[in-house]
């Protein structure tokens, strides 16, 4: 049974920063592509940044570009997502995503394997 777990959500004022972890058990998870991504009511599930297994080859969304970094800890099986400058339009639900393979892949449905979520609420 895989299990991905995300923790580090919260409340923070626009211009803040939080630090989000996503742990995963059940497989080792080294050589696999992994992904954040975010929903906010009322909008559909979307991208905002992955990772590959080698570290070596990261992906953002436009808009988080320069504010977010993902990064992981294989040793650990955990990928963090630090998020910086945060406004309030990246309040969602946040999620961490596996795919067992090693190509990277923005869309959400290309990946198996989802943690339960973490809320980040960014006031003005």
């Known amino acids: 049974q895989v299990q991905l777990v995300e923790t580090g959500g919260g409340l923070v004022q626009a211009g803040g920063s939080l630090r989000l972890s996503c742990a995963a058990a059940?497989?080792?998870?080294?050589?696999?592509?992994m992904g954040w991504f975010r929903q906010a009511p009322g909008k559909e599930r979307e991208f905002v940044a992955g990772?590959?297994?080698?570290?070596?080859?990261?992906l953002y969304a436009d808009s988080v570009k320069g504010r977010f970094t993902i990064s992981r800890d294989n040793a650990k099986n955990t990928v963090y997502l630090q998020m910086n400058s945060l406004k309030p339009e990246d309040t969602a639900v946040y999620y961490c995503?596996?795919?067992?393979?090693?190509?990277?892949?923005?869309?959400?449905?290309?990946?198996?394997?989802w943690g339960q979520g973490t809320q980040v609420t960014v006031s003005s």
């Open positions: 995503a596996v795919r067992p393979s090693m190509v990277l892949f923005t869309t959400p449905r290309m990946y198996d394997y």
């Open positions: 059940g497989r080792t998870f080294s050589s696999y592509a």
């Open positions: 990772i590959r297994g080698s570290a070596t080859t990261t």
